[in-house]
């Protein structure tokens, strides 16, 4: 059973610290010309974003969360369609918008460890991307648990762990993938994450323009753009605002 990554995130971060380069140290990503079609699905989601923001900011959320449903499908539906042992790995936070780790450039400033109270995740509602791996509990979970089924409606459980990340509150399931998937199939269940991070201080000091991931101070390259929509997705935590 793969194990609950909630209690490791600060251990990772620091772990990132070491590896990072050092500030004298060039990290230009690797040369080639972007993808136009890329360079424009990136533009024209921000553009998006502007017409929605222009109207009511909270809206954004559901851009988002558009924006996620294609990946969350993928992790949830991947168990069902391979073999045996085959499913996908689960998403990692920090590799959220880059396969680069926070691109090369995080520091324990740029992460801030929010209190929990006061937050609650929606399955129904907000997008929560679990990782089911195994093909039986994955079936049994669907087969019994939620309104009409054997084992009822969907409760939380204390094996349920949830990373709440801000502000685009994008859940990343630590503990209770089968049932959690269940739940968010069900359109069921309310969850009290077990660890919350905000990233705008990231946000301050990152920024993207659909071909690089840029230190926003010094202008240097901190890695390549790989994924027109996550790029986008990153760039849309400014028009939520603070968390």
């Not at 990772?12 to 070491?18: D, E, I, M, T, V």
């Not at 499913?87 to 680069?100: C, H, I, M």
């Not at 019994?144 to 094996?159: C, E, P, T």
Request: charged share 20%; proline share 7%.
């Amino acid at each position: 059973m793969r194990r609950n990554r909630v209690g490791l995130v600060v251990a990772r971060l620091q772990k990132f610290l070491r590896t990072i380069r050092s500030p004298g140290e060039p990290n230009v990503a690797a040369p080639g010309t972007a993808d136009c079609a890329e360079v424009e699905i990136f533009k024209n989601l921000l553009e998006m974003a502007d017409q929605i923001a222009a109207h009511n900011p909270g809206g954004v959320l559901q851009l988002v969360s558009a924006i996620l449903r294609p990946l969350q499908a993928e992790q949830m539906l991947s168990v069902a369609e391979r073999p045996r042992h085959a499913a996908l790995s689960p998403v990692d936070f920090e590799q959220l918008f880059s396969p680069d780790y926070f691109f090369s450039y995080f520091n324990p400033e740029d992460c801030l460890q929010v209190p929990v109270e006061g937050h609650q995740v929606d399955l129904g509602r907000d997008v929560v991307l679990p990782t089911p791996w195994a093909k039986e509990r994955f079936a049994a979970s669907l087969a019994f648990v939620g309104a009409g089924k054997q084992l009822g409606i969907w409760r939380q459980d204390s094996n349920h762990g949830i990373l709440l990340v801000l502000p685009w509150r994008i859940g990343i399931v630590t503990g209770g993938n089968h049932s959690i998937t269940a739940g968010i199939l069900a359109n069921e269940g309310k969850v009290s994450p077990t660890n919350v991070v905000d990233l705008g201080p990231l946000l301050d000091r990152v920024k993207s323009d659909g071909v690089h991931f840029i230190c926003r101070q010094s202008g240097r390259r901190l890695a390549k753009v790989r994924d027109a929509r996550m790029a986008a997705l990153f760039e849309l935590g400014r028009y939520i605002g603070p968390a």
